[in-house]
Structure formats: structure tokens, C-alpha cells
């Protein structure tokens, strides 16, 4: 389906923001309410969805940016009280005409409206890795963070901004 962009350095910060999030403000996604480990003791067993947040344990939601796909195609940080959007380069509708950011959003994530979590350990093993890299030594915003878009998969990695031989972190796919 296509690649979307961020500068690693804002995405860097959104992740030290999510970090500190307390277990009552974590950012919910819609999957969460079909996944019965987030589910509160109380909820029946054999239950396969709750009807709202309030039927999840928040100490289960794992943290993590949160991929939208809404007006443009940005990410959050895992904290609901903290309201940054860090639009992807070639999705973003404080930048470019309503057609083209329209037709990026329907290609590369659908016509629905729709969020994922990125979990956060995924992230900070990507940082690890990028510390024990050629990459470390890039200057700061020369770094990019790009989400590959299949049908079926997401998968994410850094990139240097011009890329040439060895400048790029393996991807992680997520199923």
C-alpha cells in the first residue's frame, strides 16, 4: 500500500511523553475493547467485547503511540491528556490541498476512521538498536521513522533522511 513519514527526533519525543503516562490516561484504541486480557475481573468470562473503556483495566493497556488515521494520518502520544498530532509527511492536511492529503488517507489507510497502537517496548527496542548503529552518529532531524503499509501488516523502522548503503534499521513487522 505505501510508506509514511515522520522526523525521528518528534516521534522520539511523543514516546518520552507516553512513557510517564499514568494507567488512567492511557489512550484507548478500539481493539481494546475486544480483547478480553484488558478486561476487568469483572467482566463475565467467555466475554468477547465490552462496550466501553470503563470494562478495561487500564494497568493491562500496554503503552504506545497511537496511528490515526482520521483528518490526515498522524500519530499520539499514549497519553489521552496530551492532545500533540505528529503528522506523516505525505498525509497531512496543515500542509497540503484537501485533495491530496484526501487521496493519501484513502490509499494508504482506508476511507474509515481507525487508530492502532504502536506498543511502546517495540519502540524503545527500535531505539536500542539505532544507538548500536552506524545511524547514531546522523546529525539530529536527518533521522526518519517510516510506517510500511501492507493490506495485512504494519511495519515500522529509521532511516537516514537521504539514504545510502547501510543507513537504514530492519524493519519490525507487526501483524
Not at 108 to 120: S, T, W
Request: glycine residues 8%; contains cysteine; hydrophobic residues 35%.
Amino acid at each position: 500500500m505505501g510508506t509514511l513519514t515522520f522526523q525521528w527526533d518528534e516521534v522520539r519525543s511523543l514516546m518520552r511523553r507516553t512513557e510517564t503516562t499514568p494507567p488512567k490516561n492511557r489512550r484507548l484504541v478500539w481493539g481494546d475493547l475486544c480483547t478480553p486480557a484488558y478486561f476487568k475481573p469483572d467482566v463475565p468470562k467467555g466475554t468477547d467485547m465490552v462496550e466501553s473503556g470503563d470494562q478495561l483495566d487500564p494497568e493491562k493497556i500496554p503503552l504506545g503511540l497511537v496511528f490515526v488515521g482520521d483528518d490526515g494520518i498522524y500519530l499520539m502520544s499514549g497519553d489521552s491528556s496530551d492532545r500533540t498530532v505528529l503528522y506523516a509527511s505525505e498525509c497531512n492536511p496543515k500542509s497540503m490541498p484537501f485533495e491530496e492529503w484526501w487521496e493519501a488517507k484513502e490509499r494508504l489507510f482506508g476511507g474509515d476512521d481507525g487508530a492502532e497502537r504502536i506498543e511502546l517496548a517495540s519502540l524503545l527496542d527500535l531505539e536500542a538498536r539505532l544507538a548500536a548503529s552506524p545511524l547514531k552518529d546522523v546529525p539530529p532531524g536527518q533521522l526518519m521513522f517510516r510506517i510500511r503499509l501492507s493490506d495485512r501488516q504494519m511495519s515500522f523502522g529509521i532511516e537516514a533522511r537521504h539514504p545510502m548503503r547501510g543507513s537504514r534499521i530492519a524493519p519490525r513487522k507487526r501483524a
